[in-house]
């Protein structure tokens, strides 16, 4: 069965318009951390000083979090809803709180918000935003529809919660385009969050094999996906702390590989039952590698500033 012929929600309502917090749940304020501390990864490593474009920054996180990152779940629920009604039929639009085509509506009005805001931030955040929220529809969207083709839903995810945001950071604060070497370290937190991506959509996999949605999980199954993205987790940040050596910051390097020494044992439990525990990590090792991201932001900083005072 096609989305085109899904009913617009499982769940009957008399209610013509939807509630703020149905709005709120649909919109997902839980998982707007991730884009919003990116971003702030690349506030910090741009090495600008916040005190005197603090104002930049503030607009910057509700663009990440609020504005872009909400857009994309509205988009999500709207053309996930046959796939919710058998995971999460509670949510707002299989529930019925979310009524007949609000759940589109509220994706186009958040991505039109979204571009709004990020026209004040500069003609780089325009265009990353762009990125992202084509990425954000497309991941959801037929007739390409991202997250049902393999490795390319969490790539999409990767790119536009991690390394998106990440630039969108530096470029706001820089007021052009970032230094290269921030970019490297944005690509490569991005690589690494396929990974987390990957353990997330463990949850779906019920759901998903029903519905014919082909994630890493259902294609590789449980073990081999689990396997998979620990590797994928882990290489980056392996090459993070090279790079934070050659720059001349071993404390940096040193934080960021002690969090990735801590991530390698709870890998290690998690290969035991990764059905299970993959939430259990996504609670636990990826605080540790969002704590590494924070960590190589700051040695990058460092690098800068001592660069810019002709310090080699």
């Given amino acids: 069965m096609t989305s085109a012929h899904l009913p617009l929600q499982v769940g009957a309502t008399k209610r013509s318009v939807p509630a703020p917090p149905d709005v709120l749940a649909l919109l997902k304020p839980i998982t707007w951390f991730a884009p919003m501390w990116a971003f702030m990864c690349g506030v910090v490593s741009s090495g600008a000083p916040l005190s005197s474009r603090w104002p930049v920054a503030l607009l910057g996180i509700v663009l990440a979090g609020p504005a872009v990152c909400a857009a994309s779940q509205a988009a999500n629920d709207w053309f996930d809803r046959h796939v919710d009604a058998i995971n999460e039929p509670d949510r707002p639009i299989p529930s019925g709180r979310i009524p007949g085509r609000w759940g589109l509506y509220l994706g186009l009005a958040w991505s039109g918000l979204s571009l709004a805001l990020a026209t004040a931030l500069g003609p780089w955040v325009v265009g990353a935003t762009l990125a992202a929220l ?16 393999g490795w390319w839903g ?20 820089s007021g052009g385009l970032p230094d290269g070497r921030i970019t490297a370290l944005a690509a490569l937190y991005s690589f690494g969050a396929i990974g987390i991506m990957v353990l997330n959509d463990f949850k779906a996999v019920e759901g998903d094999r029903r519905m014919g949605v082909v994630s890493v999980p259902v294609e590789l199954g449980v073990e081999a996906a689990a396997w998979l993205a620990c590797v994928v987790m882990a290489a980056p940040q392996v090459v993070v702390v090279a790079l934070l050596l050659s720059w001349g910051q071993p404390v940096f390097a040193g934080a960021v590989a002690i969090s990735l020494a801590v991530q390698l044992k709870l890998m290690a439990r998690l290969m035991g039952e990764p059905a299970r525990l993959a939430p259990w990590y996504n609670a636990t090792g990826t605080s540790l590698y969002v704590l590494g991201m924070l960590a190589a932001g700051l040695g990058m900083a460092a690098h800068l500033h001592l660069q810019h005072l002709g310090v080699h």
């Fill in 134 to 149: 084509a990425l954000a529809w497309t991941y959801s969207a037929p007739p390409l529809r991202l997250k049902a083709r």
């Fill in 154 to 173: 969490p790539i999409a995810v990767g790119i536009s919660y991690e390394g998106l945001a990440w630039f969108t950071g530096a470029a706001a604060m």
